[in-house]
């Protein structure tokens, strides 16, 4: 069993800063793949980056990369999303998920992908 905990987050101005940690509790040897997930009011649950635990580049979704910075420590399996210059449309509920197994590159971001998420963390970005 694997326990995922997330805080962070709340509420700035557009061009602001914000940042997410999460942290995991119980079999974490378990898991080998980390990723944040985003869902914004009204639609879908999608994938913003992710993370193989045994190392190689972080997967972040188009519209936040050069923005969005994950940092990790793979052997605890925390990370922490550093966001900048956030835009109105990145306003969601943050989801840390974590998976026992980390799929291809291609299929990181993908809501199935994943065992286990957090309760979600309110970002709110005002234009």
């Known amino acids: 069993q694997v326990n995922v905990l997330q805080s962070g987050g709340g509420s700035v101005q557009a061009g602001g800063s914000l940042s997410l940690s999460c942290a995991l509790s119980g079999y974490i040897r378990s898991i080998n793949c980390m990723a944040w997930f985003r869902q914004a009011a009204g639609n879908d649950r999608e994938g913003v980056a992710a993370?193989?635990?045994?190392?190689?580049?972080?997967i972040y979704v188009d519209s936040v990369k050069g923005r969005f910075t994950v940092t990790r420590d793979d052997a605890k399996r925390t990370m922490s999303l550093q966001m900048v210059s956030l835009e109105a449309n990145d306003t969601a509920t943050y989801y840390c998920?974590?998976?026992?197994?980390?799929?291809?590159?291609?299929?990181?971001?993908?809501?199935?992908?994943?065992?286990?998420w957090g309760q979600g963390t309110q970002v709110t970005v005002s234009s």
């Open positions: 998920a974590a998976a026992m197994s980390c799929p291809f590159r291609s299929e990181r971001l993908k809501i199935a992908s994943y065992d286990y």
């Open positions: 993370v193989d635990v045994h190392g190689g580049a972080v």
